[in-house]
């Protein structure tokens, strides 16, 4: 009964979000010519290749997660140079940023939609050998689906949030029945692992492993010159501090632009990088700016039309390069943590060094922002007057930013090699990869 529920349910609460997703696919474009993977539907070419079978299955929902994949897929390949991989995460911007990373060996997809029939064909036509699920993708008939088949499912830096946890313990009913059809849980936490067990995960297949995301940072020294040049070619200031706003969402543009312009008055020259955590509002972050009174540089203006006077700051209106801007920057803001609750993750920036400010909102990463409290390796701020009055203590004095940064940076190369030991650990609970994919 729980699954008839869950499978009527499911298709009419997609209806209900349909229109969602097509004015998503208006806006944000490139997602619709390969919507219909969402139903199973793939291009003959495409089927052909899937159907040769023997593949490692990674849902991964989004950007982050994304990268963890990645992660994953270098260090098992290094391990096992056979194996080969689909891909699928639920998001343009995933998909968008799969595209640039993905090993010719390797496809990409959009993920199916979680009804029987749909997860059925797509499990028939990959005949994967093992699914991997990052984060919190347990997606109900796809688990059950590789149950049947005796095709091992395993949950990699797996997360359950205090929000979550509510919500699914209304529904226990239905995790016992699921997550003891999950092979191997690698929790990040204590306390997820512990939510997972409540929930109805075995105990003896529940490991803490850390999180995973302290392994997907990777310099790249050319996209960091790169990013160099475009600075200098936006019409900022040379040899002048630079403020960092990473993936900021609605209302923090504009608390950061008023702090912004307070610095400048009390501290004196000082240049700003805006980094919208999605690129579509950049019309709107636009107009903002201009009611601030401040000018601005579109990185989708460079390096063809670079200003030919001084510019206030950059707009980042780009996907994949933000990383590269953040050896640059003196202090940098992560996003979503001021005026928007859940936070975004601060280790990228904390892999080069460099002195971190959030907002109290930081919900998504709550072992994280632990690390990084305990370390004091990060400050947060419960407003725009403390963040105005953080900014101005570490812009002031270099020291600070140093030991900061240093802390941090120290941090993340501490909380290194989760990645490794959850490979080790799939091998030992006899997930093999060691079988000729090809045959």
Same mark, same amino acid.
């Given at each position: ?5 869950? +499978? ?8 209900? #979000? ?11 474009? @490139?997602?619709?010519? /390969? ?8 291009? *003959? ?33 290094? !391990?096992?140079? &056979?194996?080969?991989?689909? $891909?699928?995460? +639920? ?31 797509? $499990?028939? #036509? ?9 984060? +919190?993708?347990?997606?109900? +008939? ?15 830096? @797996? ?35 512990? !939510? ?18 302290? /392994?997907?940072? &990777?310099?790249? *020294?050319?996209?960091?010159? &790169?990013?160099? #040049? ?10 002048? *501090?630079?403020?960092? =706003? ?27 990088? %805006? ?18 009174? %401040? ?39 992560? =996003? ?5 609750? @859940? ?5 990228? *920036? ?32 419960? /407003? ?26 120290? %941090? ?11 490979? $080790?650990?799939?091998?030992?609970? @006899? ?9």
């Amino acid at each position: 009964m729980i699954w008839i529920l869950y +499978n009527i349910l499911f298709p009419v609460g997609f209806l209900l #979000l349909l229109p969602k997703f097509i004015i998503r696919m208006c806006r944000r474009g @490139g997602y619709a010519a /390969d919507f219909m993977q969402r139903l199973s539907w793939y291009r *003959p070419t495409l089927r052909d290749r899937l159907k040769t079978g023997g593949w490692v299955w990674i849902q991964a929902v989004s950007v982050g997660e994304i990268f963890v994949a990645f992660r994953f897929m270098e260090v098992l390949r290094a !391990r096992h140079p &056979q194996v080969r991989f689909v $891909l699928s995460t +639920n998001t343009s911007t995933g998909h968008a940023i799969g595209r640039k990373k993905l090993d010719a060996r390797d496809v990409l997809l959009y993920f199916p939609l979680d009804i029987p029939f749909i997860m059925r064909r797509v $499990l028939n #036509l990959l005949r994967p050998f093992c699914v991997v699920l990052v984060e +919190n993708e347990m997606w109900p +008939n796809l688990v059950r689906g590789a149950q049947r088949r005796g095709i091992p499912v395993v949950l990699v830096n @797996g997360r359950i949030s205090s929000h979550s946890f509510g919500g699914y313990q209304r529904l226990s009913l239905f995790t016992r029945d699921l997550l003891p059809r999950i092979t191997l849980f690698c929790a990040q936490s204590e306390a997820d692992a512990e !939510r997972l067990r409540v929930l109805g995960a075995p105990e003896d297949r529940v490991q803490v492993m850390g999180s995973a995301k302290y /392994d997907v940072i &990777q310099s790249d *020294p050319g996209g960091e010159r &790169q990013a160099g #040049l475009l600075l200098r070619a936006a019409g900022l200031m040379p040899d002048v *501090p630079l403020l960092l =706003g990473a993936s900021t969402w609605p209302g923090e543009e504009k608390v950061l632009l008023e702090v912004f312009k307070e610095l400048r008055g009390s501290l004196g020259p000082l240049n700003l990088c %805006l980094a919208p955590r999605h690129m579509e509002r950049r019309d709107e972050v636009l107009r903002v700016i201009q009611e601030a009174g %401040l000018t601005c540089t579109r990185r989708s203006d460079l390096p063809e039309n670079a200003p030919e006077s001084p510019r206030d700051m950059l707009l980042l209106d780009s996907t994949g390069e933000l990383k590269n801007f953040y050896v640059h920057a003196d202090v940098i803001f992560v =996003g979503k943590s001021l005026t928007q609750h @859940g936070g975004q993750n601060p280790i990228e *920036p904390a892999f080069y060094g460099k002195a971190v400010i959030t907002g109290p909102h930081m919900e998504n990463f709550p072992g994280i922002i632990e690390d990084f409290c305990d370390a004091k390796a990060l400050i947060q701020v419960r /407003d725009s007057a403390e963040l105005f009055e953080a900014l101005k203590g570490l812009l002031a004095d270099a020291e600070l930013r140093r030991s900061t940064g240093e802390r941090a940076g120290r %941090l993340v190369r501490e909380k290194a090699g989760v990645v490794e030991a959850t490979v $080790l650990l799939m091998e030992r609970a @006899g997930i093999s990869f060691e079988q000729d994919v090809g045959s």
